[in-house]
């Protein structure tokens, strides 16, 4: 007897759409067959006229767990994940306290296991001279990857990330300049990890903004954006792409949003540079003209753009130049987004909408059902180091499968979401195309985009 049958769906990953039916035994895929076998399951999912993919993988969520439990904690988070089709999260290390040592990690793990709904790995945090001698420690606890926020300045005690940076502010650490960050990449080359990083330079940023006059624009979201241009991410990347052909690290560019830094990813690809990139809903969904509409729930860092940008990244999708897309589920209160926008803190709700979204952007003829399978499920597992456990479709690995209705469509509410803060840039926006079955090892944990059990079964993954 299996645990569960899915039958007559079609299967779907980035080189194979199959009809075929699948077993799960013990929380592993056990059969993969064109027959219906007669041993039977416990529960039996007719998945008739439904797409059967790997387990949906978000690689880029801030749970806010611990240190800012009144935006989202992980119970939350992943119970919106789980509802958004998701099974495993890599959770960001900007907690506090921060995954900046061996001990944090530990103490990191235990608080979040008691909470995962869906299966959850970590990132580990890059503060520069402050902790590259743990990084190698640290790896080997089980990180998936490391992350550094260039262009951030950061908090002295709690290394949490300032916004809107003030040098005047003496409780901060201002952005670490390029040869600190030079010895970070040096620091995580020993780990065999990737680096990934947040790509924007603080000194233009803060020059352009110390001469704003936001009068002089269109609106104030056209001065935000004058003042974190393209450059900004441009100048970044420049840079990074050389200290990784300098060291080998791979460099992995997170939430690109500039059309300028997807010509450099891909011609730094060809090039044969050990680098990859990922970007978001937000950046492939709205531009600059949705900030009428949308408001301050816009705003995130680096900002969306404009068309032409948006279009760039659909390109790059399509041609493989970006590997993933990610949430960047960056949770903080409607509160907080109630003040001018250059003050307020950036992003958005976003790991329960990410999937439906890009399900519809299927339907819109954005990108292909089998190149879904490579940007939510086989590319972040390879990333984080758990492909094929997670991330495939294979006999033996974890029975992950996130099921896809193609014709349900749904308009998404902001009063709807499982998270804690109910910020989004989606509020009233309808998508075609829904994950309605949401598996992990082998069992059901949202369906229709609502909990089961709501119980926390999820468990850590190593990297
Ligand atoms: O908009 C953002 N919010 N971008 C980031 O890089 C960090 C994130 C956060 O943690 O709030
Ligand atoms: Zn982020």
Known sequence: MFDLAILGGTLVTPTQTQKANLYARGGRIAAITADVLEEGALETIDATGLFVYPGFIDTH????????????????????????GITTIC??????????????????????????VTDFALWGLCIGGRNNDKLVELAGCGVGAFKFFWGYAI????????????????????????????????AVAKTGKPIAIHAENANLIRELTDHCV????????EALLHC???????????????????????????????????????EAKKAGVNVTGETCPHYLCITADDYGRIGNMIKCYPPVRYQADQDALWAGIADGTLSLVCSDHAPHTEKEKNDSLFKIPSGMCSTESMAPLMIDAVNAGKLDKNRLAAILSQEPAKLFGLYPRKGSLQVGTDAD???????????IRAADLHSISKVTAYDG???????????????????EGEPVTGKPTGQFVEG
């Open 61 to 84: 969520v801030h749970s806010r767990d611990g240190g800012a439990t009144h935006k989202e904690d992980f119970l939350h988070s992943t119970t919106a994940a789980a509802c958004g």
């Open 155 to 186: 908090n002295k005690t709690t290394y949490g990330l300032v916004y809107n940076y003030d040098p005047a502010d003496t409780n901060m650490i201002p952005p670490m300049d390029d040869g600190e960050v030079f010895s970070i990449f040096q």
């Open 401 to 411: 499968i996130t099921i896809v209705d193609f014709e349900k469509a749904k308009t």
């Open 214 to 221: 936001v009068g002089d624009y269109k609106n104030e979201y």
């Open 228 to 266: 974190r241009p393209a450059l900004a991410e441009v100048l970044v990347v420049q840079t990074a792409i050389e200290y990784s052909k300098a060291t080998g690290v791979h460099l992995h560019i997170l939430h690109i949003s500039a059309k300028e830094t997807v010509g450099l990813l891909r």
């Open 91 to 116: 959770e960001m290390p900007n907690a506090i306290p921060a995954v900046i040592d061996a001990e944090a990690f530990a103490a990191q793990k235990a608080n979040l296991c008691a909470k995962a």
């Open 429 to 447: 926006v309808t998508v075609k195309g829904l994950p309605v079955y949401t598996i992990l090892r082998g069992q059901v944990i949202a369906k």
